[in-house]
């Protein structure tokens, strides 16, 4: 997903989509809140509804484009249907898409993890994993298989933290699309 900044230069500002969801019989997309906060409408999709950033790190866009299930773009031309958020293990095998990085994989480091991204500004809870990332990729799903865990809050090449998706459908009073 894009937008286009309103600044001098009006610069591209891209993050990925995480997961459909349904709020009152609403479709929305979940993405970081980081991506959410400017509250600029993303192109071709719609516009931004909330943002939640620092402390937790997700945010709403409205998809006016969107239909059927949550689905995971694996970027090999097939998708993967979330049908269900769960809480992942330390060890386990999970896997993020992300524009940029495409469809990688790692293992879960830790749960309930703090993470600093400078400027006072601190996401809590988060689940650390060894899936590298890079810009464009934040707001994209953590997942494995048909079950969704959480959206990309921020990371590198050697570590990244995801806001875990049980919490925040709780907060929206949503359920996947």
């Not at 997961?19 to 970081?32: E, G, N, P, Q, S």
């Not at 998708?79 to 990688?104: D, F, N």
Request: hydrophobic letters at 30%; a neutral charge.
């Amino acid at each position: 997903m894009y937008t286009v900044s309103p600044g001098p230069g009006r610069e591209p500002y891209y993050c990925s989509a995480g997961f459909a969801i349904l709020v009152k019989d609403v479709r929305y997309l979940l993405t970081a809140g980081h991506c959410t906060e400017h509250g600029l409408d993303w192109k071709d999709i719609g516009r931004n509804v909330d943002s939640h950033f620092p402390v937790t790190d997700y945010g709403r866009v409205e998809d006016r484009s969107g239909s059927g299930h949550s689905q995971v773009d694996l970027y090999d031309g097939s998708t993967q249907r979330i049908l269900r958020a769960g809480t992942p293990q330390v060890g386990q095998l999970v896997c993020k898409s992300g524009m940029t990085t495409k469809k990688t994989c790692g293992k879960v480091l830790g749960l309930n993890q703090t993470v600093n991204f400078g400027d006072g500004k601190q996401v809590v809870g988060t689940i650390a994993t060894d899936i590298p990332v890079g810009a464009g990729d934040s707001g994209g799903p953590l997942f494995y298989a048909g079950v969704g865990y959480g959206v990309l809050s921020g990371g590198n090449n050697q570590v990244s933290f995801f806001q875990p998706l049980p919490p925040v459908l709780a907060a929206y009073g949503a359920t996947l699309a």
